[in-house]
């Protein structure tokens, strides 16, 4: 046993599946304290090195509560139950979580190339998302294997991937990979278009082929080989520059700021829009919703902010790009043209799920392994968010949000045991709901209308 920890009949110390222990255990009183150490795979680093953390769960009259450290304890024998877990609490500076309540995301800042991605959900080598209560947070993996019947996931198994793609206002610099992917589905949702990049407000992503210039080649076959060459040629005079601007790494100036001569970089500029001629710019207005289809090429143009779910998992194929690629030494083009669609299969219709004069949800998206839904609701009004038999990720994109509970009748939209106070949840806040048997209740702020996305995995994702 990991800490100087004496058990009484208040206080419980075991090791094991925390939650197999939870659902074991039957306090002859409350309140009740339960330590359960156990070891945690890493699964998101190479190896999957195993850490061992201890569970903490406090059963009161008024629910559970817990949290889980990977700190040594050390007990005072003379503090009740309920003391000595906020003492706990205070010494390592850990959350005490409700998991039957909201519980908010704490999103990470990931530097990228054109911009950043800001990760709510991310679970990674490159950075672990939390959940946070009180300004103290808790890695969401640190959670699933201690909240109780799955109420967060399935322990060891990622959430969907929920994050914010917040690309510079730049043309080029702003620009993402030009990829596609085999198993990861993806769906944008446009929250912000950068006047100062696109003064009329609408925006683009790089999407497919375009099928004018595919009409000018006689077959397919034709029009991939010549996209191929014109990669090819676009990478050799990339790869100078990208050699160039390393070469001034140790000056301190940037690639952009690295000095070539000017015949190379009207070269690269001439390669790239010979390059970029074979594709197609879909127009982008906030509001609008990009569903990104298994192996059709896409990147997302500069000074577009979206909301995107996806799948869990980390595989792409990079096409092209109009700067070094820092994450791989190669492009992987010739591979993915073999694979690629050319162009998207039709739009389709959202279903519109309820329509009323207060509340209209739309399924904006429904995958093999999730779905996402689009709910507006009006000033003031209120609505019952069904429970289902996993959890569910909330995005606020506009307005302001209250969760609380249905069953506690009409105080229940101020009532969060996760969040301090009753501040609504705000745009660009988002936050899990877990997995329970009774609806929560959302309501909108008095002010103006609430627009959320809502992501529900399908069976035991």
Request: aromatic share 8%.
């Amino acid at each position: 046993m990991r800490h100087a920890i004496t058990p009484s009949p208040t206080l419980h110390y075991s090791q094991g599946e925390p939650a197999r222990a939870l659902a074991n255990w039957q306090p002859e009183s409350q309140p009740a304290l339960l330590l359960v150490d156990f070891e945690l795979p890493q699964y998101w680093l190479p190896g999957a090195p195993v850490q061992s953390l201890t569970a903490l769960y406090l059963q009161t009259a008024g629910g559970l509560r817990l949290s889980v450290t990977d700190a040594a304890l050390q007990q005072n024998p003379a503090l009740p139950v309920e003391t000595q877990f906020a003492a706990w609490l205070d010494e390592h500076a850990l959350p005490a979580l409700d998991p039957t309540q909201p519980m908010a995301l704490s999103p990470r800042h990931i530097p990228k190339p054109w911009g950043q991605e800001i990760w709510f959900t991310g679970v990674e080598e490159r950075g672990v998302c939390a959940f946070v209560a009180d300004g103290r947070e808790l890695p969401i993996p640190w959670l699933q294997a201690a909240a109780p019947a799955s109420a967060a996931g399935q322990a060891g198994r990622a959430l969907v991937l929920l994050k914010i793609l917040d690309p510079l206002p730049e043309p080029v610099r702003g620009d993402l990979y030009f990829e596609l992917h085999e198993q990861k589905r993806e769906v944008y949702v446009v929250t912000h278009i950068d006047r100062s990049a696109w003064p009329d407000g609408v925006g683009a992503i790089r999407y497919g082929f375009d099928p004018a210039v595919r009409a000018g080649f006689e077959t397919d076959k034709a029009f991939r080989a010549a996209y191929i060459a014109a990669v090819s040629a676009y990478e050799k005079v990339r790869r100078q520059v990208d050699a160039a601007a390393a070469g001034e790494a140790g000056t301190g100036q940037s690639q952009e700021d690295a000095p070539l001569a000017g015949d190379v970089l009207a070269e690269e500029a001439r390669l790239r829009a010979e390059m970029d001629r074979f594709t197609f710019l879909r127009p982008l207005r906030v509001g609008d919703v990009v569903k990104v289809p298994l192996r059709l090429p896409h990147s997302l143009q500069h000074g577009v902010r979206t909301v995107e779910f996806q799948t869990p998992v980390y595989e792409r194929k990079i096409l092209s790009f109009a700067q070094r690629v820092l994450t791989q030494d190669h492009w992987d083009t010739r591979e993915a043209a073999q694979v690629m669609h050319l162009a998207p299969p039709p739009d389709e219709a959202f279903e519109i799920l309820r329509d009323s004069e207060q509340l209209r949800i739309e399924r904006i998206v429904d995958f093999e392994d999730f779905e996402v839904q689009r709910v507006t609701l009006t000033a003031g009004a209120s609505m019952a968010i069904e429970a289902v038999d996993n959890y569910a990720l909330a995005m606020v994109v506009s307005g302001g949000l209250r969760l609380g509970d249905a069953s506690r009748g009409s105080d229940a939209t101020s009532h969060n045991d996760n969040r301090s106070g009753d501040d609504a949840f705000v745009p660009g806040e988002a936050l899990l709901l877990p997995r329970r048997s009774r609806p929560y209740t959302a309501a909108a702020d008095a002010a103006q209308p609430l627009v959320l996305l809502l992501a529900r995995p399908r069976g035991g994702s």
